[in-house]
């Protein structure tokens, strides 16, 4: 759970215009294969097996590979903990294994390449967290606490944020369904609001974000999505 601290301490950018700068905002509509990502995410963090299964289920009917559910799966770990990603894991195992028994054979998909190691995945995670966060993080929470900014830039933004087989738009629906899913975060809600909207995610595109939180996880999830957005956009706003 630590890590689910993540870029919230970012100081935002110096204008509205300078942020919108580095977004590359669309207008369409989340794709299938995104919207089945939402679901799961939110179900493996609250522990939902059963809908998790089903959910799983989904996502590979819609095209997901074996590859995008489990590493999905595993992004969970950084914002549910070891025991809900680990649980999601087996749920997924199961419900392959009897896919496999009805003669149901799944896209396998792509492992990812090599990440880097040492200094080299500090320089990496640090970059990536600037990139997704729009600023350098910092601030008295991480001088409080070095050891989780450290975690964050080597761990979460360097080893799973290099992983190149799953994208950082999939990575970062996955993250803002499972905080939604979940009550008493709603300040890293935000932040992988903003974080969603600088890689690329439109308002449109969070607003159905949203929406199929609400149609499928729960109307306090969807809720706590919606809220999220209208601060960030209120924020956008004053700058």
């Known amino acids: 759970m630590a890590v689910a601290v993540v870029a919230c301490q970012a100081a935002?950018?110096?204008s509205y215009d300078s942020e919108r700068s580095t977004r590359m905002i669309t207008?369409?509509?989340l794709s299938t294969k995104q919207q089945v990502i939402v679901p799961v995410a939110a179900f493996t963090a609250i522990g939902n097996l059963p809908k998790l299964n089903g959910a799983l289920g989904e996502a590979l009917d819609a095209g997901l590979s074996i590859?995008?559910?489990k590493e999905i799966l595993v992004q969970m770990y950084a914002y549910a903990g070891f025991p809900r990603s680990i649980n999601g894991l087996n749920e997924f195992m199961r419900l392959l294994q009897s896919r496999k028994q009805q003669g149901i054979a799944d896209a396998p998909g792509r492992?990812?390449?090599p990440v880097p190691q040492g200094?080299?995945?500090l320089e990496t995670g640090t970059a990536n967290q600037t990139k997704l966060s729009g600023a350098p993080v910092k601030g008295p929470l991480f001088d409080f606490a070095p050891a989780i900014d450290l975690y964050l830039k080597t761990h979460?933004?360097?080893d799973i944020f290099a992983r190149d087989?799953?994208?950082w738009q999939s990575r970062e629906l996955a993250t803002a369904a499972a905080l939604a899913a979940m009550p008493g975060?709603?300040?890293q809600l935000q932040a992988h609001i903003r974080i969603s909207m600088n890689v690329g995610l439109s308002a449109e595109q969070l607003r159905q974000l949203a929406q199929v939180l609400a149609e499928k996880v729960s109307l306090e999830a969807g809720q706590r999505a919606q809220a999220a957005l209208q601060a960030q956009l209120s924020h956008d706003k004053r700058q």
């Open 12 to 14: 935002p950018p110096s």
């Open 27 to 29: 207008k369409t509509p």
């Open 67 to 69: 590859s995008d559910c």
């Open 111 to 113: 492992e990812s390449g």
């Open 119 to 121: 200094a080299a995945l």
């Open 156 to 158: 979460l933004f360097g």
């Open 165 to 167: 087989n799953l994208d």
């Open 185 to 187: 975060v709603e300040s």
